[in-house]
């Protein structure tokens, strides 16, 4: 009888699946990335009143489908990330022909700070993996192989080495 429930409950865990991440956030704190801060372009971009940046709401890899993110964001090198902008202003995403990857401070910019697993409003960049993604910002060391990511688990800058893949968020000028 016991080996009964026993199995039962491993057949229970296996078939549910992986427990998956969910977002924290401190309610105490003031929002440092309100939803009232951008504005909805209705094209899968959004730009921020704020710095007058455009950012595509969905990592690279997936699309807009009017209400939220469908797909799986992809992994790039740097040099794969670059050609990826350049391919996306062929193809005039959002009507536009000026994206490219963002500075480390830029990425810094859309950080909910009273969040973390992941630290950006969900609201405004409703699916946001908790991974890396790419700055345009070189390491200011001596070795010149490296970039400046942010991580959006935690909201936090890294080095990371251009062979290295990570996600991409693109961003537009003013």
């Given at each position: 009888?016991?080996?009964?429930?026993?199995?039962?409950?491993?057949l229970f865990v296996v078939m549910?699946?992986?427990?998956?991440?969910?977002?924290?956030?401190?309610?105490?704190?003031?929002?440092?990335?309100?939803?009232?801060?951008?504005?909805?372009?209705?094209?899968?971009?959004?730009?921020?009143?704020?710095?007058?940046?455009?950012?595509?709401?969905?990592?690279?890899?997936?699309?807009?489908?009017?209400?939220?993110?469908?797909?799986?964001?992809?992994?790039?090198?740097?040099?794969?990330?670059?050609?990826v902008a350049d391919e996306l202003?062929?193809?005039?995403?959002?009507?536009?022909s000026d994206w490219r990857l963002?500075?480390?401070?830029?990425?810094?910019?859309?950080?909910?700070?009273?969040?973390?697993?992941?630290?950006?409003?969900?609201?405004?960049?409703?699916?946001?993996?908790?991974?890396?993604?790419?700055?345009?910002?070189?390491?200011?060391?001596?070795?010149?192989?490296?970039?400046?990511?942010?991580?959006?688990?935690?909201?936090?800058?890294?080095?990371?080495?251009?062979?290295?893949?990570?996600?991409?968020?693109?961003?537009?000028?003013?």
């Amino acid at each position: 009888m016991k080996f009964r429930y026993l199995l039962s409950a491993v057949l229970f865990v296996v078939m549910a699946g992986p427990a998956v991440a969910v977002q924290k956030c401190d309610d105490g704190k003031p929002e440092t990335t309100p939803v009232s801060r951008f504005k909805d372009n209705g094209d899968g971009t959004i730009t921020d009143k704020q710095t007058k940046h455009t950012w595509l709401r969905c990592a690279v890899g997936m699309t807009w489908d009017g209400k939220s993110c469908a797909g799986k964001s992809l992994e790039y090198s740097y040099s794969e990330a670059l050609a990826v902008a350049d391919e996306l202003n062929g193809g005039k995403v959002g009507g536009r022909s000026d994206w490219r990857l963002p500075t480390i401070a830029e990425l810094e910019s859309i950080v909910e700070q009273r969040c973390f697993s992941p630290a950006i409003n969900l609201d405004v960049f409703p699916y946001s993996p908790q991974s890396g993604f790419w700055s345009s910002t070189d390491n200011p060391g001596l070795l010149t192989s490296r970039v400046m990511l942010l991580h959006f688990y935690n909201g936090n800058a890294y080095i990371a080495n251009k062979t290295q893949t990570w996600r991409l968020r693109l961003i537009a000028d003013k």
